[in-house]
């Protein structure tokens, strides 16, 4: 299989495209970046890698954090974890506050953000600098000691945070939110500001292809069963009302950012990672789900 040349084709494709939808404004920092870019990123488990593109553009990883603090805090309360939360898709926006009332205040899936500020609130009982735990483990597994997180993008988005406070509160009044608020919307807001690149991103979910394993030191991280799940979870809930299209479309387990990254697992083949800012109307990057349903298609690869 020659990924160069899948990679080539895609990029050819869609470059017409480049700047087809809209980045996410809403909070003002990401409302910055240049729509038409695009690059993508594939490390097999072989560790041969192929890129594209603007592959080696740091981005603001948002929502793909997610997928980082769930399996931390996976890892440490076990099945406790489900007493707080759901692993059922919401067929909601990302940040929708709707079915919190109806469900007791226990978020419908790690990956909305109700479920992410749980998962965050658990980290913040677990440890003192969450941050910092999260930014250790994102290095190791990349391999690159470099990242960190945009201290504008956090600022950005606690300032127009209204909906996360909202969210945090609610599920404060059914004691599902033990921290302080604004300690939480802090550290929430500081994950979703790391800042990676493709490469970054497929290598370090090659932890996710290995079943479990650290890519560099080829440590078990997560044992299979664990593995296993969060792959389960993240092709349920992993591009949040648009994840039924992105199983029909694509056909692999796979985590969406606001900030234009899609990153996705082939379990025991191959990581993939793509990135393009302008998004689509679930939050979604355009030609990223397009650049991602070409590559399963003309690889052959997917799931299913
Ligand atoms: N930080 C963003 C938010 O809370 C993450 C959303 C996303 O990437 N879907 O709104």
Redesign the pocket.
């Known amino acids: 299989m020659n990924y160069a040349e899948i990679l080539e084709k895609i990029y050819n494709e869609l470059e017409p495209t480049l700047g087809e939808g809209s980045v996410a404004n809403y909070?003002p920092e990401l409302g910055k970046v240049t729509p038409d870019q695009l690059g993508i990123s594939v490390c097999t488990n072989e560790g041969d890698e192929y890129t594209i593109g603007n592959a080696e553009r740091l981005f603001s990883i948002?929502?793909i954090s997610k997928v980082f603090s769930f399996a931390l805090a996976y890892k440490l309360e076990k099945e406790n974890l489900w007493k707080r939360l759901g692993r059922e898709p919401s067929g909601n926006r990302?940040?929708s506050l709707v079915l919190l009332e109806n469900e007791n205040g226990i978020p419908r899936n790690p990956f909305i953000?109700a479920g992410a500020l749980v998962v965050t609130d658990i980290l913040l009982q677990h440890f003192d600098n969450p941050l910092d735990e999260v930014l250790s483990f994102v290095r190791s597994i990349s391999g690159n000691p470099n990242i960190v997180i945009n201290r504008n993008v956090q600022e950005s988005?606690i300032s127009c945070a209204d909906r996360?406070y909202a969210l945090a509160h609610f599920m404060k009044s059914y004691n599902n939110i033990n921290s302080n608020v604004d300690h939480l919307i802090k550290t929430?807001?500081g994950l979703?500001a790391i800042e990676m690149t493709t490469v970054d991103l497929a290598r370090s979910f090659r932890l996710f292809s290995t079943s479990g394993c650290n890519p560099w030191t080829h440590e078990r991280v997560l044992t299979t069963s664990q593995n296993k799940r969060i792959n389960a979870v993240m092709m349920t809930c992993g591009l949040?009302n648009a994840v039924g299209d992105f199983a029909y479309r694509v056909g692999i387990p796979a985590k969406?950012?606001?900030?234009g990254g899609i990153v996705g697992v082939i379990p025991n083949e191959m990581s993939i990672a793509v990135w393009s800012p302008a998004l689509d109307e679930t939050?979604n990057s355009l030609l990223g789900i397009k650049a991602m349903e070409m590559f399963t298609t003309l690889s052959e690869k997917s799931i299913y």
């Open positions: 909070i948002q929502s990302f940040d953000n988005e996360n929430y807001s979703c949040y969406s950012g606001v900030g939050g």
